[in-house]
């Protein structure tokens, strides 16, 4: 017997960009932190004021100048030079962004009044090496800011990036679907229309109202099983009425045991998957002057759902036009696209008997 037993992880779902509320809060978050901070951690035990209002107005001179480089950097430079893999063009550009920050920032400054604090704390006058040490300090500052802000930019990007790749894949495999599908119909078509050949000769009137059956199960093959997910008390009346709609034909020497129940009608389940197997059933499973036999066995409940199949064999020989041969290996193409890691299929030949099952994991 041929098994093909697919286990493992579950496909990793669609990754999509951050929600744009949740984009607003990690930039507005952070850069309201920041303006509390004076006030939160700046002279909490003293008697004084936290901070007087000329060195909180330095300190947001301060913080403008980082938030223009930061979005210099995250809604332009990144985009323009980083991801275009110009990094010398992008670190200079950088360089002359951080020093027009820096030069604008301490000019600026100038027109803030000292507070009387700070007049009387602060040294008159500064040694030129601490004035050095101040301007390395403020570039380095900056530095962290556009590191930081590349943070933020790749992140965006990857996750533009693996939304594009999920939406590219999800596309590719809903086309494969409809492919696969598109083989299915005329399949199912063609193999019920040849029984429904070779009633006409035996009796007309059951050709008649095979046909007039045929037409109902097509409305489901057609319309019905168009969406992705149909209801398993749905699925198992379309494969009722095919086994009955296939049943009429059998001759006396043929018996068929069928057993189709479920305790979850309402559980969902991808369409037009068992009909593969019942269909090769009829077509291999009887002949016209041997003993035959069909048992069929489906049954489910809100988590799984296991068709079991059991026929005598009579393979069609090579002159046989009956089919196209393409059941299984359609089958096998929608089960690793519908529920990869979820299912377990095996069928092969042991004795004079066909056996096949699936099961598939519905939750």
Known sequence: MKH???????????????????????????????????????????????????????????????AFAFYANYLYLIKRFLFARQTGWYLLSNLLLFTLAILVTHLLMRYIPDSEEGRRELPKAFPWKFHILFVVFDYVKYFIVAAISVAFGMTGNWYKTEAGRKELEQSRTEAELQNLKSQLNPHFLFNTLNNIYSLIAISPEQAQEAVH????????????????????????????????????????HAGIKTGIQTTSPETLIAPLLFITLIENAFK????????????????????????????????????????????????????NLLYPGKYTFAYGQEGDAYICKLALVLS
């Open 213 to 252: 059956d045929l037409s109902r199960l097509l409305r489901y093959v057609l319309y019905e099983s168009s969406v992705p997910l149909v209801t398993v008390g749905k699925e198992l009346d379309f494969l009722h009425n095919y086994i009955e709609l296939m049943r009429i034909r059998l001759p006396g």
């Open 284 to 335: 291999h499973g009887v002949s016209n002057n041997k003993p035959s036999f069909i048992h069929i066995e489906v049954t489910s409940d809100s988590s799984q759902i296991t068709c079991s199949i059991s026929n005598s064999y009579f393979p069609k020989d090579d002159n046989d036009k009956s089919g196209s041969g393409i059941g299984l290996v359609n089958l096998h193409k929608r089960l």
């Open 4 to 66: 093909d037993t697919t286990h493992g992880n579950q496909p990793v779902s669609a990754l999509t960009s951050p929600p744009k509320r949740l984009g607003w809060l990690m930039h507005v978050l952070p850069w309201g932190m920041l303006l509390l901070f004076p006030f939160l951690f700046i002279g909490s035990n003293s008697d004084r004021p936290a901070i007087s209002w000329h060195d909180y107005l330095r300190f947001v001179l301060l913080l403008a100048g980082i």
